[in-house]
C-alpha cells in the first residue's frame, strides 16, 4: 500500500499539525506529510514543520482581491505537493464551493463540538451557556456547508461545573490530540472514504455523528 501524502493547512499554533507529525513519526500512519501551508506568516505550525524537516509555503489572504482569487492560487499551491488528502487543522477560512469540490472525500476537517451540534465559532462558551452536560470535538469529511460535512469520529468530554470556556477547551484539545491522527491513520490505511453524505469505515457506513472515541 502506497505511503499517503499529505498537505495540513493552518492558521495557528499547529499542535493538531504536532499530533499528525508525531503519529506519521512513530509509524502509526502509513504517509508522511509533503506540506504545511499557511495564511498567516506568525503561524507557529510553520516553525513546527520546519523542525520536522517538512516543508513550508505561506500564502497569506491579505495578498488577494478576493476569496475567490485566493483559493484558486491555494489550489494550485496544494496540487504542486501532489497530495492524497488535505488535512484542515486550524485553517481559518471558509472555503469556496470550487475548492471543496475539488477535494472531496480527500479533505477532513476537525470542529471543537459535537457536530451538529455548534457549527462555527465559540463553541465551548455556547456549551456552557446551553448548560450541556458533555461536550466535544468531531473530525469530519468537509463539504459545502461550514462545519456540516459526514462525520467520520467524535469523542466526548463531560462539562463540569466549574468549567470555564478555557477549560474545557483544554480538555477538548487533548482528544483532538488523539482522534485527529487515528482519522489520519484509518485514510491512510484505505480505511476510510467518503459516500454520497456519509464517512464509510472498514465498509461500514457510519452514523450521522460518526463513530465514538474510544472504540
Given at each position: 500500500m502506497a505511503p499517503t501524502r499529505l498537505v495540513v493547512l493552518i492558521s495557528?499554533?499547529?499542535s493538531n499539525l504536532q499530533a499528525i507529525i508525531d503519529a506519521c513519526e512513530r509509524g502509526e500512519i502509513n504517509g508522511h506529510i509533503a506540506a504545511v501551508i499557511s495564511n498567516k506568516a506568525d503561524a507557529y505550525g510553520l516553525e513546527r514543520a520546519k523542525q520536522a524537516g517538512i516543508a513550508t509555503k505561506l500564502l497569506s489572504h491579505k495578498d488577494f482581491d478576493s476569496r475567490e482569487a485566493y483559493d484558486a492560487q491555494l489550489m494550485n499551491v496544494i496540487d504542486s505537493f501532489m497530495p492524497n488528502l488535505v488535512v484542515l487543522a486550524g485553517f481559518m477560512r471558509i472555503l469556496t464551493p470550487s475548492l471543496v469540490q475539488k477535494y472531496v472525500g480527500k479533505m477532513l476537517n476537525i470542529h471543537p463540538?459535537?457536530?451538529?451540534?455548534?457549527?462555527g465559532l465559540n463553541t465551548h462558551q455556547r456549551a456552557i451557556d446551553a448548560k450541556d452536560d458533555v461536550h466535544g470535538v468531531s473530525v469530519h469529511f468537509v463539504t459545502e456547508e461550514l462545519d456540516g460535512g459526514p462525520v467520520i469520529l467524535q469523542a466526548q468530554?463531560?462539562?463540569?461545573?466549574?468549567?470555564?470556556?478555557?477549560?474545557?477547551?483544554?480538555r477538548v484539545h487533548e482528544q483532538e490530540h488523539i482522534i485527529y491522527p487515528l482519522v489520519v491513520k484509518w485514510f491512510s490505511e484505505q480505511r476510510l472514504t467518503m459516500e454520497a453524505d456519509y464517512a464509510v469505515l472498514d465498509e461500514k457506513q457510519l452514523p450521522a455523528h460518526g463513530a465514538h472515541y474510544p472504540q
Open positions: 495557528g499554533s499547529g463540538s459535537l457536530l451538529p451540534k455548534y457549527q468530554i463531560p462539562v463540569l461545573k466549574d468549567d470555564t470556556a478555557e477549560t474545557l477547551a483544554k
